[in-house]
């Protein structure tokens, strides 16, 4: 009964949250889709990067692989509920994506290419991939030659759909811009929110033994991060082209500008330097709270990346639905990765008890 009470505020929570929801689609029903898109984007980044974090693990045997399994692949259990949850985004492709609203005239290959139901299509492949994957890498534990034989295509497979997902849910927003490292840049995301909700919830089960190992990972992962979009920045800059920098001047204007402020700060110079620091790579507790900061800094990059995208929204209205919607998303995540680690999983995923940990991370 004790173990019910948490799922049950949860439910409740959740369901509330829909009530909401509905009312604020009622109001206005394009700035609701495009907060739902954003806390969507959030919250899926989780366990979509968690599956890569996981491959990884598998070609890089060290003590992190067999500590951080459980919560791994805990997180990678909620992949279809994340793919069911994108529904509401595939309802509203009309009212968001303008290649599929035909509000404007785009080059034969983009018309086709951005369809309504070439991209519910192609979502519903990437997420039929990425639950195939999850399921091959349970198989393969814990033998080692067949963990590294099901990683190591599975990544080539992984980063391919991703970067693809990354443009078809996001740049496809404004399909008059492109950027050839656009893929990489979510697939740099995903992967930072992987290794940060992984360790997170390796150290709330303490399976985590030394976190000095695990923050110099976060570390890692926070400067490929910030090195793809610096990168991005860069070849924008130097191009000229305006299209290209239309996309940077809509996201330093009307007040973006102090959410960007806000995100280089939160998610690259006060995690950078504070894990400069001996004392903090050595603390659970701030190891821990930079993995929060990290995961919460998603929100703050997905609106960047999604609301100046999108033209009439209400910023009151989009503001409350946005929260209102990482309710619904969060306590079903949080619903379901209990679930995972209380019954096994969805796949059936859990350490074998004759798996021996290795060395502390490198």
């Known amino acids: ?21 509905v009312g604020g689609a009622l109001a ?30 598998y070609l890089v045997r060290r003590a992190w692989t067999d500590e951080l399994y459980p919560a791994m692949t805990a997180i990678c259990a909620t992949i279809p509920v994340i793919g069911l ?17 035909h509000h404007e005239a785009l080059p034969a290959f983009k018309a086709v290419y951005l369809a309504p139901r070439f991209v519910a299509a192609r979502t519903v492949v990437y997420f039929v991939i990425w639950t195939w994957l999850a399921l091959r890498l ?22 391919i759909s991703v970067s693809l997902a990354g443009m078809d849910w996001m740049e496809a927003l404004e399909p008059r811009f492109h950027s050839s490292i656009y893929g990489l840049l979510y697939l740099g995301m995903l992967l930072l929110d992987g290794v ?24 890692s992962a926070i400067l490929f991060w910030a090195y793809l979009h610096a990168m991005q920045y860069i070849v924008i800059w130097s191009g000229n082209v305006p299209d290209e920098a ?9 007040g973006w ?28 507790r ?45 306590s079903l995540l949080v619903w379901r990765v209990v679930s995972a680690l209380r019954h096994s999983g969805l796949f059936g995923f859990w350490p074998s008890s004759g798996v021996r940990a290795g060395a502390e991370p490198q």
Not at 89 to 96: G, K, P, R
Not at 138 to 159: H, T
Request: aromatic share 8%.
């Open 286 to 330: 701030w190891l821990l709270g930079l993995c929060a900061l990290t995961v919460s800094m998603r929100i703050c990059e997905s609106a960047i990346l999604v609301f100046p995208a999108i033209d009439g929204l209400r910023g009151w209205l989009s503001g409350i639905m946005l929260v209102v919607a990482l309710v619904v998303l969060v």
């Open 138 to 159: 349970q198989r393969a534990w814990p033998d080692p030659e067949r963990m590294a034989k099901a990683a190591s295509g599975g990544l080539i497979v992984y980063a």
């Open 257 to 284: 500008q102090f959410a960007l402020t806000l995100l280089a700060l939160g998610q690259f110079v006060f995690p950078f330097f504070a894990l400069l620091s001996r004392r903090v790579r050595a603390d659970r």
């Open 246 to 254: 239309a996309w940077y001047i809509d996201r330093s204007s009307d």
């Open 196 to 219: 940060a909700s992984a360790v997170g919830l390796g150290l709330l089960l303490r399976r985590i033994r030394k976190p000095r190992g695990y923050s110099a990972l976060l570390l």
């Open 1 to 21: 009964m004790g173990h019910d009470l948490p799922n049950r505020r949860l439910m409740i929570a959740a369901s509330g949250a829909v009530v909401l929801l």
């Open 85 to 101: 949850l994108f529904l509401p985004v595939l309802l509203n492709l009309a009212t968001l994506y303008p290649a599929a609203g």
């Open 28 to 57: 206005d029903h394009r700035s609701t889709a495009a907060a739902y898109l954003v806390a969507w984007i959030a919250v899926g980044a989780i366990p979509i990067g968690t599956l890569g974090v996981l491959m990884t693990s």
